[in-house]
């Protein structure tokens, strides 16, 4: 049986995923949260194997959520599951750590066979979101002399912290933080967070 998390903010799309879930012979819902804060607190107790998590929502969004759930519960993987299908959303759900990215609109039994596939240790992608990925692969890499202090600011970006988070796991300041940060932004001449990552990510350095 796959015990499976559902996070979402919005209270009719949980009920939603829980009766197609409950429905099927090797699935069972053994937890739900409205927001990523609730998300960690949820899987930590219940230890699931497979979450859906929302990108979009209040208090800590479905990246971060994310990230802090790989580092927490490595065990449990997780499957995006949004209607958000931009380059920079999908870049950051996969840094964070995602096995998974599905689309709210895609037919019950593509969702299904995409927790399945996860759960099993596979990758559970959207077409759309798989030639996002390919693209970004395939793109040259000019690389930029990013200081390793710079890159490893950077990879707690792309988990989705603040720069006050990743202050206080790299022992720095939050104005040295911000100090790496402009001069990474400088060398991969972008002017914010978001494209800092995905491009960090194009050019190979994440």
């Given at each position: 049986?796959?015990?499976?998390?559902?996070?979402?903010?919005?209270p009719i799309v949980r009920a939603g995923l829980v009766g197609i879930l409950d429905a099927t012979d090797d699935m069972t819902v053994v937890g739900v949260a409205a927001?990523?804060?609730?998300?960690?607190a949820v899987v930590e107790r219940e230890r699931p194997d497979v979450v859906l998590m929302d990108m979009r929502m209040p208090r800590r969004d479905g990246d971060e959520a994310t990230a802090l759930l790989r580092e927490a519960v490595p065990e449990t993987r997780v499957i995006v599951l949004?209607?958000?299908?931009?380059?920079?959303?999908i870049v950051r759900a996969v840094a964070a750590?995602?096995?998974?990215?599905?689309?709210?609109?895609?037919?019950?039994?593509e969702l299904?066979?995409?927790?399945?596939?996860?759960?099993?240790?596979?990758?559970?992608?959207?077409p759309s979101v798989a030639r996002?990925?390919?693209?970004h692969a395939g793109r040259p890499a000019s690389t930029p002399l990013l200081t390793?202090?710079?890159?490893?600011?950077?990879?707690h970006v792309a988990q989705g912290l603040s720069n006050?988070?990743?202050?206080?796991?790299?022992?720095?300041?939050?104005?040295?933080v911000k100090t790496h940060l402009l001069k990474a932004f400088a060398k991969l001449d972008v002017a914010d967070r978001t494209r800092a990552v995905t491009r960090a990510m194009e050019l190979g350095i994440l």
């Open positions: 049986m796959i015990r499976v998390v559902i996070v979402d903010d919005h927001d990523g804060v609730e998300a960690v949004t209607t958000y299908e931009s380059d920079d959303v750590g995602a096995s998974g990215y599905l689309l709210k609109a895609a037919p019950e039994a299904l066979a995409g927790i399945r596939a996860v759960a099993a240790g596979e990758v559970a992608l959207a996002v990925l390919v693209a390793p202090r710079e890159v490893e600011v950077l990879g006050r988070e990743i202050g206080l796991r790299l022992h720095l300041g939050e104005a040295t």
